[in-house]
């Protein structure tokens, strides 16, 4: 399973998706015979390092954060 698709978050995969969509679009035994499966997987590759990079993002933003906190509570402790 994957989450939704053409979300803000997985613009790199926009055209994978599409393709995806068209292929499904074909009709079930397209599907049921497994003519879909190579561009499931090229999305679900893509998909993954869209997360990837998005939690590499978040755990930046969070060290720069903590490290915020941090100097916040060691000039508070200096001047107290």
Known sequence: MHPHLH???NPGCEEIMTALEDCHARGFMWKAIGMCSSLKED???????ERLARTAENRERAK?????????????????
Do not use: Q, Y
């Open 7 to 9: 979300t803000k978050d």
């Open 64 to 80: 720069e954060k903590k490290a915020k906190i941090r100097a916040v509570w060691a000039e508070i402790d200096a001047n107290s």
């Open 43 to 49: 999305v679900n590759k893509c998909l993954r390092a």
